[in-house]
């Protein structure tokens, strides 16, 4: 038995460009900073909010700006490909349900979530006034 076993190296700056599953995975971690972006956005158009109504204004004015609306967009398709369909995919082993001896269908289950999704939302744009 050696006493210095072979340890292979391993790129320290491009491991995940090796396997597809370490992409989407380095995908999925990098929405933390859209999470933290839009916390501080959050935080910020609070305190436009409490500070004065020109500063709302001026807030709300820079959010209606082409850049951010792109930004947005890019930033809802990335939530909805990287951390939506994915959570609503793995929902059926998060949540079994059982009816008697036999297991609900994942699809079932699936289905399920989409549909109370579409519920919620349809229910938040009634209460902003969109409907």
Do not use: C
């Not at 396997?19 to 995975?25: D, E, Q, W």
């Amino acid at each position: 038995m050696s006493r210095n076993p072979y340890v292979r190296p391993i790129s320290t700056t491009t491991w995940y460009m090796r396997n597809g599953r370490y992409k989407v995975y380095v995908l999925r971690e990098l929405t933390s900073f859209l999470v933290m972006f839009y916390s501080f956005l959050t935080i910020y158009g609070l305190a436009a909010l409490a500070a004065s109504a020109e500063r709302w204004d001026t807030f709300l004015a820079s959010q209606q700006s082409t850049a951010m609306i792109v930004f947005h967009g890019v930033a809802l398709l990335y939530f909805l490909f990287f951390q939506t369909f994915p959570w609503f995919k793995l929902a059926p082993k998060a949540m079994p349900v059982q009816m008697g001896e036999k297991k609900l269908p994942d699809s079932y289950i699936i289905i399920g979530h989409y549909i109370a999704w579409l519920g919620v939302s349809v229910f938040i744009l009634w209460l902003a006034g969109a409907f």
